[in-house]
């Protein structure tokens, strides 16, 4: 019975793959959710101190009556031993079970924020208990079943108090399990202080958010996304597009950059800036000149390694979950203080 039990496991491991259940379907995006209907969410947790970085992402993702936010907020907790997988449902007026205790603070810091919000954000909390090595399954069913338009995943890299950092590799690991196999798109949080230190309800000047499109599916999903944002009325939006000389542009990029362009061309929280690129080395000096212009900035995950603007960048990619891009503002070698978001549709 042992031995049948020892030979059995690993064939049932092989043959046994969650991620079959949504592979071949068509991933949902924000950029094909329609503009008044309500926007779904799933955002993780591994412990309380994303939390109010993850609550101001979604202030800024503009939660309005007419299109809402219902959000999935997941507290992920490392399975020890070898029991099965659990997913704890938090609902209204009940207990927190004996398994998911660690998550009371997580649970009540969003619960508040949903009361605040006056029916704009409707708040549903999760605690998935699970060994790193499967954790992303959690996500990735929980995002299929509740038809989620994107995942927001934090960067296992924490900035704390003078610029000191701690590092935790298995959730790295666990970020690109969720990049590799998510059936919608995905964010990665890169939290560097101005986002979880802001507060959008003061009197403070407008919170300042900066998109770099090149082009691409991922570029389209980040715009769009950050077009969302704009809407917020204490926020300000500047897209940079980066143009290579004598290039056509992709219609799809012209497409969506026109509708950005249309009704904002008068407002002055809506900025368009096109810098002309010819190589990787004329880039990176662009986005270098964007250093503390912004509190946020956007940027899509992948881009044509073969293009003249990112040849040469594989080699110094500290990062590749973060794509070029990211990669270049959040590296060890910049010393920014903006926080990122990584889109990947």
């Known amino acids: 019975m042992v031995l049948m039990t020892q030979t059995l496991t690993p064939i049932v491991k092989l043959l046994y793959k969650p991620s079959k259940r949504y592979m071949g379907v068509n991933r949902r995006s924000i950029q094909h959710t329609m503009a008044n209907e309500e926007l779904r969410l799933l955002a993780c ?109 934090p960067f296992h890299k924490r900035w704390i108090l003078h610029g000191s ?86 219609e799809l990029d012209f497409d969506i950059i026109k509708r950005f362009k249309m009704p904002n061309i008068h407002q002055k929280h809506y900025l368009y800036r096109e810098e002309v690129v010819k190589d990787s080395v004329e880039m990176i000096n662009v986005i270098k000149s964007l250093e503390n212009l912004y509190e946020l900035i956007l940027v899509g995950r992948q881009h044509e390694s073969n293009s003249p603007l990112f040849m040469g960048l594989t080699l110094w990619n500290e990062y590749p979950e973060l794509g070029y891009l990211g990669d270049m503002l959040v590296s060890s070698e910049s010393d920014w203080k903006v926080s990122v978001l990584v889109v990947q549709q």
């Open 45 to 153: 947790t591994f412990n309380q101190n994303s939390t109010p970085s993850i609550i101001n992402l979604l202030e800024v993702s503009h939660p309005m009556l007419r299109s809402p936010i219902c959000f999935y907020i997941v507290h992920l907790m490392e399975l020890l031993g070898r029991s099965s997988p659990i997913l704890v449902v938090h609902q209204k007026g009940k207990r927190s079970s004996i398994h998911s205790h660690h998550s009371d603070h997580v649970i009540n810091a969003f619960r508040l924020y949903e009361q605040h919000s006056r029916g704009k954000v409707m708040v549903h909390p999760f605690t998935a208990i699970a060994p790193y090595a499967t954790m992303h399954d959690e996500i990735c069913n929980l995002a299929f079943e509740k038809r989620v338009s994107m995942v927001i995943i």
């Open 165 to 250: 950092e701690e590092c935790d590799n298995p959730i790295k690991a666990v970020n690109f399990k969720i990049l590799k196999n998510a059936p919608c798109s995905v964010g990665i949080l890169v939290d560097k202080g101005t986002l979880s230190g802001r507060n959008l309800g003061s009197r403070k000047p407008l919170y300042s958010i900066g998109m770099i499109f090149v082009g691409g599916p991922d570029d389209r999903e980040a715009l769009t996304y950050a077009m969302r944002m704009a809407e917020h009325p204490k926020v300000s939006l500047t897209v940079i597009q980066l143009v290579q000389p004598h290039k056509k542009s992709n």
